[in-house]
């Protein structure tokens, strides 16, 4: 019982016995084979496991993780796998938080973890996709195993490491200076990444922020991002995404300087044409309330008073009421399930509007060059014609000192679950759908108004020309002064 109730002070109590008896050396190297077998890699702790009385948490110091190939699994002809990130860590601190009761509900025994001093490498260079299969990223997510961690707090500090991202492509550094995050697990990662309350950090020589915005912008602030380019994963155009009392919270995310090629490659489109060039890039990203709570007396008063309108004003149910809808706590939940209505248009809509994650995102070019596609864009790009790929083109080499544009996209939690990055979760189709859209109308807009220009142009000069031919008209005493004014009439001049 006392295992359960303070996991993590029983276990210290238990290693710093252990450690007066001079067993130190034998708990890390028990525990380092422990751990490797449990993760199917190299845990080794060089240093005592000691109990960090005033944090109140379990201390590991020099800890080195190490993923190689002889860690790839053996196939049946022999062969090892080695199509998987490898890398090799060095952490100088880690703190742990031991909860017996996560361990015995599938969540893994750590609660909080801390780390200070992470230095290594990540070698993505052997990892390789078929170019005879199809990508889906729904298909591509990590799946969650058990045993696997499930976090209430992650807190890091002074991370450096160099990363090989894939293969023929030059070494970058990744720098974090400091990480907060008040939920990390391994099948949310992306999306608690996004949710952190705090990271600050560089990559490749650009630095990038993570952080909580402290007040909710105005409707009109927020609405001039989105303008008319809105790119969804379920359609593209609707309401928006979020209402502005119903948003739990919003992360501001910005990098700076950011260098074109790490997101350019492979890409079609306006961003696949650019060489060369960096961008800065600032996005708003609303939350979905975590757990919002509903008043069933309220929820029916809402339906009874104005049944027409209830898709718009009723209150949303919580998102565990749609897990399980037969034995919900939420009476509409219930409602539409015994009335065999949760796949209804009705019930899919407030599930949908309840779970949309709506990302405002600002990009800044600087410095690029751009050059003409050797192949024609599909069809089901939003440029949908070949005629604009030249206009567009122009138009970046004429603005390649700065060019700033926005617009809005639209992902559902779901696409989230199980994705580690923004590939496997499809937000990287929709920024580059969406910054096409925003190439589209730069261009269309300098278009119509060189267009503008020359009509203006050719009024000016025509207005000209014919002042200028009732002057002659003037001077040869065909016509009087007046006439010449405006402010006599044909009949009166002859």
Known sequence: MLLLVGTTTTVSVILWLLNRLQYQD????????????????????????????????????????????????????????????????HVDQIDVALSLWRWMDDRGLIRECSMRGIRGSVDRRQVWW??????????????????????????????????HPWQNFRPITVSIYSASLPRFRDRWLLYDTLNASS???????????????????????????????????THQSGDNATRSGKAAHTTHVQIDNLNIDHINAGVEGPIGWITSGRLKVSAL???????????????????????????DVVILPSVPDWSNPEKSPNPL??????????????????????????????????????????????????????????????????????????????????????????????????????IGAAFTQLAHNERERNRRLKLVGVWSVTAIFRQLIRLIDFVNSQRSFFHFLGTTAESDLL
């Open 26 to 89: 034998w708990i890390a190297h028990k525990l380092s084979d422990w751990v490797s077998s449990a993760l199917g890699i190299t845990v080794s702790f060089e240093s005592a496991i000691v109990p960090a009385w005033s944090h109140g948490a379990i201390r590991l110091k020099n800890v080195r993780i190490h993923c190689g190939p002889e860690h790839g699994h053996i196939a049946d002809d022999g062969s090892r796998d080695t199509n998987f990130t490898m890398y090799d860590l």
């Open 130 to 163: 078929d170019p005879n299969v199809v990508y889906v990223p729904e298909e591509f997510r990590s799946m969650r195993r058990p045993g696997y961690f499930d976090l209430d707090s992650l807190e890091i500090e002074d991370m450096l490491l160099t990363v």
């Open 199 to 233: 990271v600050v950090g560089m990559y490749d020589g650009s630095l990038f922020t993570i952080h909580q915005a402290h007040q909710h912008l105005h409707p009109k602030v927020t609405s001039s991002y989105a303008s008319d380019n809105v790119y969804s994963t």
């Open 285 to 311: 990203i609303s939350f979905p309330p975590r757990s919002p709570s509903t008043d069933p007396a309220r929820v029916i008063r809402k339906i009874v008073d104005n049944i027409s309108d209830s898709i």
């Open 333 to 434: 939940v219930r409602g539409l399930y015994h009335l065999d209505m949760v796949d209804s248009p009705l019930a899919q809509e407030m599930h949908d509007r309840l779970r949309r994650r709506a990302e405002h995102l600002q990009v800044e070019f600087n410095n690029i060059r751009a050059s003409v596609p050797l192949t024609t864009p599909q069809l089901g790009h939003p440029l949908l014609s070949s005629v604009l790929v030249r206009p567009i083109v122009a138009y970046m080499n004429a603005h390649r000192t700065s060019l700033p544009m926005r617009c809005q996209l639209r992902l559902q939690v779901d696409d989230f679950d199980g994705a580690w990055s923004f590939w496997d979760s499809g937000a990287d189709d929709l920024i580059s759908r969406g």
